[in-house]
């Protein structure tokens, strides 16, 4: 257990990374743009995020949003009173709600000689190869060019298979993707509780070293009723972001401005580190799987501890549907996932092929099936 006040040097320390920070990506909730009900975006509200986002940007530093809010943005037109619970209505607020979130920062950083440029993803296109490298040397590009990335899930396509889920867990990818110092999570609580915030007795939690600072803590929520997150999804976001070396502050919009310059506010998460690649860390984080593969012991110790590809020979059952290149989780004989990668056989295909070495299905059945059933570099250990 370190001392107090190394503790406190390092929370000082973390704090100043923030003031500092050459890049930081900062994510809103949509309860905080948005009405209690949803249904129009909070003019005032956004009027402010932008004033300390471009006064930022504008003092030289590199300034990424991750914004929610425009399924709330589209319940009043599509006559909606809360969030809809079906994916094909959810598209269609976000279809309408899109259009007026994205205008109204445009209008608003214009004001102050700033571009934004939107930029929608799926998890489907960060976790393949080409598109995750064409992901990154987009926002790369705006960054490099003075714009402000505007970056949302992509509702209006995305399939329950490709979603990420919440906007919190994209935040954290995308700080890894643009290798940010520091990310915010700005919500309609000020900060991560012990207990439920409304409850008596219930205190913030200034600093979270790791998980074991959280272990007898009572995380719940699921949002408000214009949002997909609550605060389970945003220790998961501090979560991946720390495990890219990336500190988190929680807060409230109120006090972004106190967040972004180091203040005392909200909870801090500490970073953890990790030397898993930044692709691993999205296979690991962005996908939903599609199926999974169940391992004999030997190639679970393969997989897991002396970092090999996946073959046939180690695989004991298929599960699930999937094709070629979709994620599927890799699970040890007992069923505990042990790893999560993406798969270059489909689930009609691959049970003929298993526990046959590559040789032997090369001689038999041609050259094509002398391949990995998971390649190592599309493969993530959990």
């Known amino acids: 257990m370190p001392s107090r006040d190394s503790q406190d040097t390092e929370v000082i320390r973390l704090r100043r990374t923030f003031a500092d920070a050459r890049r930081v990506v900062v994510k809103v909730g949509s309860s905080s743009l948005t009405s209690s009900s949803g249904g129009a975006i909070d003019m005032l509200a956004v009027s402010r995020l932008v004033d300390l986002l471009a006064r930022r940007r504008l003092d030289g530093h590199h300034i990424v949003l991750v914004s929610s809010g425009a399924i709330a943005a589209g319940l009043g037109p599509l006559g909606l009173k809360r969030r809809p619970r079906d994916l094909a209505t959810q598209q269609a607020a976000a279809s309408v709600g899109q259009g007026a979130l994205v205008a109204a920062y445009q209008h608003l950083f214009g004001i102050y000689g700033l571009t934004v440029g939107q930029v929608l993803l799926t998890a489907d296109d ?6 995750y490298t064409n992901a990154q ?14 970056v949302n899930e992509n509702d209006t396509v995305a399939t329950h298979e490709i979603r990420f889920g919440d906007n919190d867990r994209l935040a954290a990818l995308v700080a890894d993707l643009v290798g940010a110092d520091g990310l915010v999570l700005l919500s309609d609580v000020d900060a991560l509780y012990d207990g439920p915030p409304s409850q008596a007795g219930s205190r913030p939690i200034p600093f979270v070293r790791g998980p074991e600072d959280l272990a007898h803590v009572q995380i719940g929520g699921t949002g408000s009723g214009v949002g997909s997150g609550g605060m389970a999804t945003k220790v998961e976001a501090a979560g991946i972001a ?15 401005r106190a967040a972004l310059v180091g203040d005392p506010i909200g909870t801090l998460f500490a970073p953890v580190g990790d030397t898993r690649a930044s692709r691993k860390r999205w296979i690991a984080h962005a996908t939903s799987p599609r199926g999974r593969l169940v391992l004999d012991a030997g190639a679970v110790e393969a997989v897991t501890a002396r970092r090999k590809s996946l073959l046939p020979a180690g695989i004991t ?13 890799v699970c040890a004989p007992d069923g505990t996932v042990v790893a999560r990668g993406l798969v270059n056989y489909s689930s009609s295909e691959l049970p003929r092929l298993l526990g ?3 040789k032997e299905l090369a001689r038999e059945l041609g050259a094509h099936y ?4 998971i390649h190592r570099d599309d493969l993530a250990v959990l």
């Open 126 to 131: 960060v976790t393949r190869r080409t598109h």
């Open 137 to 150: 040397r987009t926002l790369e590009k705006l960054l490099d060019l003075g714009i402000v990335p505007i």
């Open 242 to 256: 720390g495990a890219a070396g990336i500190p988190t502050v929680l807060t409230r919009l109120a006090d972004a």
């Open 317 to 329: 059952a298929v599960q699930g549907r999937f094709t070629e290149r979709d994620p599927v989780d």
């Open 356 to 358: 046959r070495s590559t």
């Open 370 to 373: 002398e391949r990995e059933v």
